[in-house]
Each structure stands twice: as C-alpha cells, then as structure tokens.
Nanobody, 116 residues
Framework: QVQLVESGGGLAQAGGSLRLSCAASGNIFSINVMGWYRQAPGKQRELVASITNGGRINYADSVKGRFTISRDNAKNTVYLQMNSLKPEDTAVYYC??????????WGQGTQVTVSS
C-alpha cells in the first residue's frame, strides 16, 4: 500500500507564493517520476511540472519561470514552489508518482486559490 500526503495549499494573493509538498510512504522501492498536476473547474487535469529520478525537469509553459519543482529522494518527497501566482493558477493540485515497479499513484488533491 502506498500513500501520498499533500500539504501546503491554501489562499494567496496575486503575486504571492505558496509551497506544496507531497510525501510518499509505503511499499515503494524507488520512484521514477514525481510530478504535480492541476485541475481547474470545468477544465481537464493538466501537467504542471515533473521531475525524474535523474533530475530531468519538465514544466508547463504557463508556469515556466514562476514555479520550481524539486524532490528529496531520501524522503520520497516532491515539492512545488509557486511564485508570482496568478488568478489563473487557481485549481486543485494533485501529486503524482510513477514508481519503478507497479502502478502509479495520485494524491488526494490540495486546493490553491489565488485572489486578484
């Protein structure tokens, strides 16, 4: 059994910052890819950022230069530092992991709301 525990969401003003964390625990040998997705009301879930075990990073164009993803492999934790937040960043943010073996997993989601 694998659990993902997300934290750090909440309310921020436009131009502000928030930091999301997602800690994976349970029967995990290693994790290939860790990432963050988001889903705004009425929209499809979209990739925000991902990071591989080797440190390769991918960002959505809409967050490049504002968001930074990082991971601590010893703690099986992935972070998302979100700066210069915009109202259009408002969404439920989901942590996602792709372990080396077995199925992938999703977190329960954390709400991020940015006011103008």
């Amino acid at each position: 059994q694998v659990q993902l525990v997300e934290s750090g969401g909440g309310l921020a003003q436009a131009g502000g910052s928030l930091r999301l964390s997602c800690a994976a625990s349970g029967n995990i040998f290693s994790i290939n890819v860790m990432g963050w997705y988001r889903q705004a009301p009425g929209k499809q879930r979209e990739l925000v950022a991902s990071i591989t075990n080797g440190g390769r990073i991918n960002y959505a164009d809409s967050v490049k230069g504002r968001f930074t993803i990082s991971r601590d492999n010893a703690k099986n934790t992935v972070y998302l530092q979100m700066n210069s937040l915009k109202p259009e960043d408002t969404a439920v943010y989901y942590c996602h992991i792709d372990p080396s073996y077995g199925p992938d997993y999703w977190g329960q989601g954390t709400q991020v709301t940015v006011s103008s």
